[in-house]
């Protein structure tokens, strides 16, 4: 059994987080850490029964810090299916939180685009997610947009934010996969018919986990390539981090704008 409050008491004797706001942030994106004061990190090896972060570009790490008067908690890596934890492990993360207070989570990830439309390195927000894992059922995948999954006001703010310092946000529905292999033309094609923009292989468990936990939700996307078939360059995780790498100052701009704006 996994023990949410032990994890809590640890995070909370290291580092008297007492705040409101938590962030996860998605392959490449680590960076945006360094913007937060008073820092305290945690590994995640120190918190007993957590997992570890085993893919390229995920730190592994909790970092606690102030932005403005808000006090943030970020986590820097997350748990992907595809490395051989069951979706309870993966969203040990969002239970944690709740359990220390967090009732304002922001979810960022990488994903590929399937819009062309969307240019690498554009940044979206998830209006809509789909599970096209196909774990649990062969039926056709269905969009879950809105409350309480992806918080209305939050998706305001963050256009708000955007406007603010001439960054052009899109708005889209996010596809979640199994992986670890990309997904092949004829997938991202289908994906596409029912409704997809973007796809990736994470987010969506810790979007349905905080939803159930009443916590209000804002997904945030780094598109960092094409999906396959879109175009014909193939794809690697290296380009993946590479481009999140590229596109981390413009993201970064938006979360601090985002999180100073978030007044709660």
Avoid at 31 to 56: A, M, R
């Amino acid at each position: 059994m996994i023990d949410y409050g032990l994890m809590a008491e640890k995070v909370f004797d290291l580092t008297y987080f007492n705040g409101r706001i938590a962030v996860i942030l998605g392959s490449g994106l680590g960076k945006f850490s360094n913007h937060l004061k008073n820092q305290i990190t945690i590994s995640y090896n120190d918190i007993p029964g957590y997992p570890s972060s085993t893919v390229e570009g995920h730190k592994g790490e909790l970092v606690c810090g102030r932005l403005d008067n808000n006090q943030i908690l970020i986590a820097n890596g997350r748990f992907h299916y595809y490395e051989g934890y069951s979706f309870q492990q993966v969203t040990i993360p969002i239970h944690m939180f709740e359990k220390l207070g967090v009732d304002h989570l922001i979810i960022t990830n990488s994903s590929g685009s399937m819009n062309k439309h969307f240019l690498p390195g554009s940044i979206m927000v998830v209006k809509g997610h789909m599970d096209c894992t196909y774990r649990n059922s062969p039926a056709k995948p269905k969009i879950y947009s809105g409350s309480p999954y992806h918080d209305p006001e939050l998706i305001d703010l963050a256009f708000s934010a955007a406007k603010e310092i001439g960054i052009e946000l899109k708005s889209g529905n996010y596809c979640w996969t199994l992986g670890p292999s990309y997904e092949t033309p004829a997938e991202i094609k289908d994906m596409i018919n029912l409704g997809g923009d973007a796809v990736g292989m994470s987010t969506v468990p810790e979007i349905i986990s905080a939803a159930e936990l009443d916590i209000k939700v804002l997904t945030i996307s780094c598109l960092t390539n094409f999906a396959a078939g879109i175009t014909k360059k193939p794809l690697t995780h290296e380009d993946v981090v590479k481009t999140a790498d590229k596109s981390s100052k413009e993201f970064s701009e938006l979360l601090i704008k985002l999180l100073y704006k978030l007044k709660i």
